[in-house]
């Protein structure tokens, strides 16, 4: 799923490649507005529907650094257009060409979200599918059905749906009337996970609206993970194109640990290639998070200094003003360090701190951040902090403690508070601490990195009374919210005497007028 421009498409949703040497598809999410380079080969070859790997569900893909475009067999575009792997010229049309969403009169996309009655589809996955289509990245003929076991109707879904879109790149007059349109192309459909029988019913809700026309689907399974396998093969058997393509994007947590992980690829595996499987990662889609790589490897000023010789300490924090708030039951399965420390925070991580990747290829980058997670020590238990949060007054109100929520046991020990020290042991950041923050019902909402640089040898100015710890430079990258990037140095202040003080250099997105940039 992605989240585009017409003029230049990019994607909402980060997708994170699996372990397989080369059939990895890795498609990520962007909010901006700058084209993304597309390597040569994308366009090097056809790729054929009918290869015998794909027989069962038809799938074919490429990918580049942090797209994955899903390329039609139909259409192959022209290399002119293709100057040193980034494309001058790539139209909203050609890009639905390339990601298999072709406008012919012959074919449909149909999207199933599969737990359209949750927190994520209402908040995330049907406002990125407004914006795909909103900015003209959904094909001529397309449908979305929700599916999940509550009873609603259309009527109902669509009520529910409206209240979370936005036109959030570049509001036009015409805003409302695509939010209509929109929501007249979504239906509901209620049915149990585990069930064959109601998979076949929404297969002949689906077949309705595709009147006949070649047949692509996709599945979202916004749903935990230990329904995935129940989903995957009733909608294998009883749900799957019969003439098309059909894939799967997978949310996380992907299992609970390395073995759970794999059991559950195994299994993806009994009904699906691995070329229709597609694990997400949203926070690799976030505009900050994206841009991580562009700042480093393309700014000079940073570069030289990103090493253990200029940086004391990278602090990555994400913290959240609210509890689990009736979510405790699938968060307390998880706890906050599989929620949020494995997954969000060591992606972001992983980017910071990787080397130069030999090109923006997937897995060229995907090599590069493996390096970054093998070099590292294991964590010890004496640097690692958790904890829960308890019942506290603010402002007059009492918010209820982590065990007060009614869906958690009430003698649960999981935490909603993780803090842990990580080195990576290699050249570049040898003893430069990594210190990774998570938690629920803080004092503020924010995820950020800030990078605190080692002090300046001999200081001039240590006499005039300067704080040598809060002196130090530090570039603070702020993924959200009110996405920003700023340095922090020392100036003097105006006057005749000599008094310093720290001042930021801001580089705020959303001053940027009508190319602002949004949280996911």
């Known amino acids: 799923m992605a989240l585009s421009s017409p003029k230049c498409p990019s994607s909402q949703f980060a997708l994170r490649p699996s372990p397989a040497p080369r059939s990895q598809r890795v498609a990520a999410a962007s909010s901006s507005l700058s084209c993304p380079p597309i390597p040569r080969r994308l366009f090097s070859k056809r790729v054929s529907s009918q290869s015998r790997a794909n027989r069962r569900w038809n799938v074919a893909s490429v990918h580049d650094a942090a797209r994955t475009l899903p390329i039609s067999p139909a259409k192959e575009i022209d290399l002119k257009k293709v100057e040193n792997g980034v494309s001058s010229a790539i139209s909203a049309e050609e890009y639905r ?39 003209d990245c959904l094909p001529e003929h397309f449908t979305i059905f929700g599916y999940a076991r509550s009873k609603m109707t259309d009527t109902e879904l669509r009520n529910m749906v409206s209240k979370t879109l936005t036109c959030r790149i570049d509001k036009r007059e015409n805003c409302s009337e695509k939010m209509e349109q929109f929501l007249g192309r979504c239906f509901y459909h209620s049915g149990q996970y585990d069930s064959e029988e109601n998979f076949a019913e929404l297969d002949k809700e689906i077949k309705k609206h595709e009147a006949g026309r070649l047949s692509n689907r996709l599945f979202y399974l916004s749903i935990p993970p230990n329904i995935f396998m129940d989903v995957v093969k009733c909608a294998s058997k009883s749900a799957s194109s019969a003439n098309g393509w059909t894939r799967v994007i997978v949310e996380k947590p992907f299992g609970q640990d390395s073995e759970s992980s794999a059991a559950l690829t195994r299994g993806l595996k009994q009904f699906l290639v691995e070329d229709q499987i597609f694990r997400i990662d949203h926070y690799l889609g976030k505009e900050l998070v994206e841009n991580l790589s562009v700042l480093r490897f393309s700014n000079l000023v940073f570069e030289p200094l990103w090493s253990r010789q200029y940086i004391r300490n990278v602090q990555l924090i994400f913290s959240e003003d609210f509890g689990t708030e009736g979510r ?15 997954n969000h925070l060591l992606q972001m991580l992983a980017l910071f701190a990787m080397e130069t990747p030999i090109s923006l290829d997937a897995e060229d980058i995907r090599n590069e951040k493996v390096k970054v997670l093998r070099s590292m020590k294991p964590l010890q238990l004496e640097d690692v902090v958790i904890g829960q949060y308890k019942s506290h007054t603010k402002g007059g109100f009492t918010y209820p403690a982590y065990t007060d929520d009614k869906t958690v046991p009430r003698d649960s020990l999981t935490p909603t508070f993780a803090a842990a020290v990580l080195f990576i042991d290699n050249a ?45 430079n530090e570039l603070v990258i702020r993924v959200q919210p009110d996405e920003a990037i700023y340095l922090k140095i020392n100036n003097k202040i105006p006057g005749l005497g000599m008094r310093l003080d720290r001042s930021n250099l801001n580089l705020l997105y959303a001053a940027r007028g009508t190319e602002a940039f949004h949280s996911l």
């Open 428 to 472: 570049r950041w040898d003893g430069v601490p990594f210190l990774m923050k998570a938690g629920k019902a803080l004092h503020t909402r924010r995820t950020e990195i800030r990078v605190q640089f080692r002090h300046v040898p001999g200081n001039l100015y240590r006499s005039f009374g300067t704080d040598l710890d809060r002196a130090t």
């Open 328 to 342: 405790g039951g699938y968060f307390d399965n998880y706890g906050i360090i599989r929620d949020i420390m494995q």
């Open 97 to 135: 060409d390339l990601a298999g969403l072709s406008t012919r009169e012959n074919s449909t996309v149909s999207i199933t979200v599969v737990g359209a009655s949750g927190d994520l589809a209402k908040k995330k996955i049907f406002p990125a599918l407004f914006a795909l289509y909103y900015e």
